[in-house]
């Protein structure tokens, strides 16, 4: 076995365990809400995240090429490798980090940071302009979209059932709510599941093993689909309690829209965009928005700033692990 092929796996390994922990760290974004309003029990949500994780890949190319291609211009070769490994390494520190806080940041901001971090460490070119395009801007949009079409889609709901019985309602949202779970967990397979394909493209163009840096091998799909449906139902059990139960108390009516809302910005950005954006800005400032029709202080913002400073944190923090994980592999892959 050639040293590049060795380089090569070992970028696609560790690719494939940031999608697993890609899993249950966000395993909170389609279903925290689903469990915290009772409209479904955890262990079925979670397989169902799962499922819809795993449709949801297969419809993710234009995200997934946007990462492979569209971020950074490495040289194929084996220092190439090392690059993207040390960046890879550098999102699962920070996933594990905010995990362990029950902080739900974005698995999609620490892979790019990580990956522009050990880019620059090694002079590498980062694709500013594409990054500006694809990641900063759509970075800042969605949060505001999803706050204010959650805050939108709350009150018609409100005036469009104003008449209806308290109980029944309740009961009806939360059937409403196992769709909007699913279109949910579909709408992250299209996202993150893409940005690990995205990886395994960018490792398979730098070592030579083909020379479409856009082309996708079915493989990769089927392999990054499973692997982050394995981890989703792992759960994230700490960062679930975080949006589920500590930004509003959630009812079912709530929980549809939220999930709705950032179902559709999902959809928008994966098929019409191909932008690389963050499930977990959509979802946490849909929930947000909802609550905030209550009456602002129905939002707890001590923990939503906690979590807004974690968004801030997350590109440069999984940027200088990045880097700093770079000088630590150079050797291995010189």
């Known amino acids: 076995m050639s040293p590049e092929l060795i380089a090569v796996l070992a970028v696609i390994a560790v690719a494939l365990a940031f999608d697993y922990t890609n899993g249950f760290h966000d395993a909170a974004n389609a279903i925290a809400t689903s469990i915290s309003t009772r409209a479904l029990t955890p262990r079925v949500a979670l397989a169902m995240a799962a499922v819809g994780n795993f449709i949801g890949a297969h419809f993710g190319a234009e995200v997934a090429k946007t990462v492979g291609s569209g971020l950074v211009q490495l040289p194929t070769g084996t220092a190439s490798l090392g690059i993207v490994f040390a960046g890879v390494i550098g999102a699962i520190v920070w ?65 469009i059932f104003r008449k209806g019985h308290p109980g029944k309602l309740n009961r009806g949202f939360r059937w409403a709510q196992t769709a909007s779970a699913a279109a949910m967990s579909v709408g992250h397979g299209m996202q993150d599941a893409a940005k690990t394909i995205g990886i395994v493209v960018l490792a398979l163009y730098v070592g030579g093993y083909q020379d479409d840096p856009s082309f996708i091998p079915e493989w990769a799909f089927w392999t990054s689909a499973a692997v982050l449906a394995a981890g989703t139902y792992a759960g994230g059990w700490r960062i679930i309690r975080t949006l589920g139960r500590k930004i509003i108390d959630l009812k079912p009516p709530e929980g549809f829209a939220a999930e709705t809302v950032a179902s559709g910005v999902l959809y928008f950005n994966a098929l019409v965009l191909g932008a690389p954006i963050s499930t977990t800005h959509t979802i946490t400032s849909a929930i947000m928005g909802v609550g905030a029709t209550k009456r602002l202080s129905a939002v707890r913002w001590g923990v939503a700033g906690n979590i807004v400073g974690a968004w801030i944190l997350t590109f440069p923090a999984a940027g200088s692990i990045g880097a700093l994980m770079y000088f630590l592999v150079r050797p291995l892959f010189s």
């Open 95 to 159: 996933n594990l980090v905010t995990w362990y806080f029950g902080l739900p940041s974005s698995s999609s901001h620490a892979l790019i940071g990580g990956l522009v971090g050990a880019t620059v460490a090694a002079s590498g070119t980062v694709l500013w302009a594409g990054i500006g395009e694809s990641v900063i801007i759509p970075m800042v949009l969605s949060p505001m979209v999803g706050f204010l079409l959650g805050y939108i889609v709350m009150i018609a709901v409100q005036w």
